[in-house]
Structure formats: structure tokens, C-alpha cells
């Protein structure tokens, strides 16, 4: 009975990482609040902030998109990143 107590919850441990890495979803949308402090010289605001950092594992995604790149790509977006305390990413 342990072994299989141990299976199950393994398997629940399992499918609850795979739930939360499914619910990363790569959304620009999502940063839409950073939009006026890339855009002008206003401070990035707090919400800006949390949602850059949940949305970086998709930032070389949005990078490599010509239509952001502008945006993200810019020295403005670069200090909302340092601002936010997000390493700009590196991608190749």
C-alpha cells in the first residue's frame, strides 16, 4: 500500500507542475501595463513590474517578433526591465 500511496503522489505532485506550467501562457497583452513607462518617461508601475517578470520566460519569444522588437527592443523598455529588477534577455 505505501508504493502505491507513494505512486499517487507522485503522479498529483507531476500533474500539478505540468498544470502550472500550462497555465504560463506567453501573452503580450499581458504587458500592456508597461506600456506608457516604454513609451514615455513615466516609472514602469508595480503591476507592470510582477507581470514582466511572470511573462519572462516569453520575453526572447516577443523579441523575435518584428512588431515588438521596436517596443521591447528599446532603450526606454531596457530601463523598465532594470527598473523592474528583469535581466534583459539574451536571445541568440
Excluded: D
Excluded at 499517487?8 to 501573452?27: D, K, P, R, S
Excluded at 514615455?40 to 511572470?54: F, N
Excluded at 527592443?73 to 534583459?88: E, K, L, M
Amino acid at each position: 500500500m505505501a508504493k502505491g500511496s507513494s505512486f499517487v503522489a507522485i503522479y498529483l505532485v507531476l500533474f500539478g507542475a505540468l498544470m502550472v506550467t500550462e497555465a504560463q501562457t506567453c501573452n503580450i497583452f499581458e504587458l500592456s501595463s508597461c506600456y506608457s513607462a516604454i513609451t514615455s518617461s513615466q516609472p514602469p508601475s508595480s503591476t507592470c513590474c510582477t507581470e514582466l517578470k511572470e511573462q519572462q520566460p516569453c520575453l526572447c519569444q516577443y523579441l523575435n517578433n518584428p512588431l515588438v522588437k521596436p517596443y521591447l527592443g528599446s532603450p526606454r523598455a531596457q530601463g523598465v526591465f532594470q527598473t523592474c529588477g528583469v535581466p534583459f534577455p539574451n536571445c541568440n
